[in-house]
């Protein structure tokens, strides 16, 4: 029922994304004025850019994007910066180190958004697998990392992988 519901909004509606003078996201649907919102990804790691739920200041549902493409370039812009601000998960390029300090392992790495350090629990319950060479990993603070292509590591990258998968 709900994605019946949903497909008919992105048909039948029209939705404009734009920030207010304060620098909040707000919506416009059909010329009238939602007010603050802010998007929720159903598929954050997999769809970063498809199938976007739109809240209201409430939490409630009241529109669901399926693919930012269909939306005019300003309001595109507009989600992509309120989701990179949502949604900021740093990709994993190098592994610097992974140590074990007691019940946690510490690890060093280099990502899209510089070096970072964090520690997580043991690697089964805070690795997560997405495909085949692709997991996210999830620290102790609850951030989350993405790992893509392990595959494509450098040799030092791999055997600190390899040391805890």
Do not use: C
């Amino acid at each position: 029922m709900m994605v019946a519901r949903r497909e008919a909004w992105a048909q039948d509606q029209s939705l404009r994304l734009y920030r207010n003078g304060r620098g909040e996201l707000e919506a416009e649907m059909n010329r009238e004025t939602i007010g603050k919102v802010r998007l929720v990804l159903t598929f954050p790691v997999t769809k970063p850019e498809a199938y976007i739920s739109v809240r209201s200041a409430l939490d409630q549902e009241v529109h669901f994007i399926l693919s930012l493409d269909e939306l005019d370039k300003k309001s595109q812009s507009a989600a992509r910066e309120e989701l990179q601000r949502s949604y900021l998960i740093p990709e994993i390029l190098k592994i610097m180190g992974i140590k074990r300090r007691g019940r946690n392992w510490l690890w060093e790495v280099e990502t899209t958004y510089g070096r970072i350090s964090f520690r997580i629990d043991q690697p089964q319950e805070s690795i997560d697998f997405l495909s085949e060479n692709d997991y996210t990993i999830k620290d102790t603070e609850g951030r989350r990392y993405v790992l893509r292509d392990v595959t494509r590591l450098d040799k030092q990258s791999k055997l600190y992988w390899n040391k805890i998968n």
